[in-house]
């Protein structure tokens, strides 16, 4: 079983930045591939960013390619999300996600943070 923490959401000006962090624990997280996913109200849930572990491979959506990056900390067990330039369209409850069922981009992945919201104002 893994355990996902998020932290760090808010309500920032357009522009702005934040930073979302993934806390993890349980059984060999780190052999899992992590991805963020956001979801607005009235939308599905969509893919924003994914990392794999070792190497550190990272994988984007293109809206937020260029303005948000996906690191890991290893030694804290924690995933974060940088996010830059923020416009009000990234308003959305931010999901953490571990070990995906199929692709990184899909969100179908077995274990799930509980959310944090995240406002960004116009």
């Known amino acids: 079983q893994v355990q996902l923490v998020e932290s760090g959401g808010g309500l920032v000006q357009a522009g702005g930045s934040l930073r979302l962090s993934c806390a993890a624990s349980?059984?060999?997280?780190?052999?899992?591939?992590m991805g963020w996913f956001r979801q607005a109200p009235g939308k599905e849930r969509e893919f924003v960013a994914a990392i794999r572990w070792s190497g550190g491979r990272t994988y984007y959506a293109d809206s937020v390619k260029g303005r948000f990056t996906i690191s890991v900390d290893n030694g804290k067990n924690t995933v974060h999300l940088q996010m830059s330039s923020l416009k009000p369209e990234d308003t959305a409850v931010y999901y953490c996600?571990?070990?995906?069922?199929?692709?990184?981009?899909?969100?179908?992945?077995?274990?799930w943070g509980q959310g944090t919201q995240v406002t960004v104002s116009s």
């Open positions: 349980g059984r060999t997280f780190s052999s899992y591939p």
């Open positions: 996600a571990a070990d995906p069922k199929n692709g990184l981009d899909r969100a179908d992945y077995n274990y």
